[in-house]
Nanobody
């Protein structure tokens, strides 16, 4: 069974920072690529960042230089540090992992950036 629980969202002013946390319950967490997605109102869900088992990271162009993804394998946790937030970052942020060809999602955490 896979369970992903996001936390850390909230309301922040433009230019501010937030750190999202995803607590994962999944076998062999340290071997898995972990992903953060987001979905803004009226838009499709998009990949924000991912981190491989070896710690390699990948970012959407829209967040490069502002967001940092990291993981703590001892805690089965992945983080998304978000800085210099913009109103267009407003979205529900989801933690995601793939196992045996299936996608697993958390329930999401809402980030609202006011101008």
């Amino acid at each position: 069974q896979v369970q992903l629980v996001e936390s850390g969202g909230g309301l922040v002013q433009a230019g501010g920072s937030l750190r999202l946390t995803c607590a994962a319950s999944i076998a062999a967490f340290s071997t898995r690529t972990m992903n953060w997605y987001r979905q803004a109102p009226g838009k499709q869900r998009e990949l924000v960042a991912d981190i491989t088992s070896s710690g390699n990271t990948n970012y959407a162009d829209s967040v490069k230089g502002r967001f940092t993804i990291s993981r703590d394998n001892a805690k089965n946790t992945v983080y998304l540090q978000m800085s210099s937030l913009k109103p267009e970052d407003t979205a529900v942020y989801y933690c995601n992992v793939r196992r045996s060809g299936l996608h697993y999602w958390g329930t999401g955490t809402l980030v609202t950036v006011s101008s």
